[in-house]
């Protein structure tokens, strides 16, 4: 198994950039199936019943459609190497996605998120990185992997823009609004006071207790959760990418250009951008359907 996994990894990586949570997913799929499955000899046959299984079980379409993705481009790599002379994958369609609108928040629930989180933490310190986190998540609109792995370098100088490495390697420039650049210049100093008392040096925005990491995916979603029970909101509607969406949605609602919002995204591909113009689209619907006097 690992003879096949790990190389085509190591080309995903090296060909395209991919992240490291990219590859992670990837390997997470593949072994799944090759628990049960030769990956060198398997047939069409034994993908049909794989993701048949799959559906008996109850995963949604969308996670056996991209099960099936990370076989197809496995089974693709192989042929490309020699190591099977055909792709049993190839003519195998998934399952077809359900089209799914992106959740997003009203202005007045992220004003209300970024209020709580400025009182919760159990120090003054952690009330301050938790401020600092959420403001600068909703002024830039980051992956929350972006945000918690943000360099020390990158917002050191008073910066209007930071510079961020996004999916694949590729950067972007990325402006920080007035209460992000308080929330940043309020955080700075006191956490340099907590690295200077544990006589760490991390190169971390955010770091973590052990000195070379920084805060993890599953603390900053975690924290998300206490930060939307102390804003008396639903803590099941509302993650990080909610949080993404909202930065989008909120900018095009106010008039900003499509392809600006992508370039601070990081989209690829514009196509991807346009499911916020849906979004706002649906929430004009509602407005009109709940405020009409004739609705």
């Known amino acids: 198994m690992s003879r096949w996994i790990e190389p085509f990894l190591e080309a995903l990586q090296a060909e395209r950039g991919a992240a490291e949570n990219t590859l992670k997913g990837y390997h997470r799929d593949l072994t799944d199936f090759a628990n049960d499955h030769d990956i060198q000899t398997a047939g069409p046959g034994d993908i049909i019943r794989y993701l048949a299984g799959l559906e008996t079980q109850g995963l949604a379409p969308a996670t056996r459609a991209r099960r099936l993705s990370s076989i197809k481009q496995l089974y693709a790599f192989a042929f490309q190497e020699g ?29 209300a998120l970024l209020e709580a989180a400025g009182i919760t933490g159990r120090s003054a310190a952690l009330r301050a990185r938790n401020t600092c986190l959420f403001q600068l998540l909703y002024a830039t609109g980051l992956r929350v992997t972006e945000l918690v792995s943000l360099p020390l370098s990158t917002v050191q100088g008073d910066p209007r ?7 694949g390697g590729v950067e972007r420039m990325v402006p920080l609004s007035p209460p992000a650049k308080v929330a940043l210049a309020t955080w700075l100093p006191v956490r340099a006071a907590e690295q200077k008392e544990k006589g760490h040096a991390s190169k971390f925005l955010f770091p973590s207790r052990a000195p070379d990491k920084h805060l993890s995916r599953v603390q ?35 008039g900003a250009d499509l392809r600006a919002i992508q370039m601070l995204l990081g989209h690829a591909d514009i196509a991807t951008t346009e499911i916020y113009t849906h979004v706002l689209d649906e929430r004009l619907k509602a407005l009109v359907l709940e405020k009409h006097p004739l609705a």
């Open 83 to 111: 190591w099977r002379n055909d792709n049993p994958a190839a003519r195998i369609k998934g399952p077809k996605k359900q089209k799914t609108l992106p959740k997003t928040l009203s202005e007045a629930d992220v004003s």
């Open 220 to 254: 900053f979603f975690r924290l998300v959760e206490q930060v939307a029970i102390a804003a008396k909101l639903d803590p099941s509607h509302i993650s990080p990418h909610t949080l993404r969406h909202a930065f989008a949605t909120h900018l095009l609602a106010n």
């Open 161 to 167: 823009m930071i510079l961020v490495k996004g999916k």
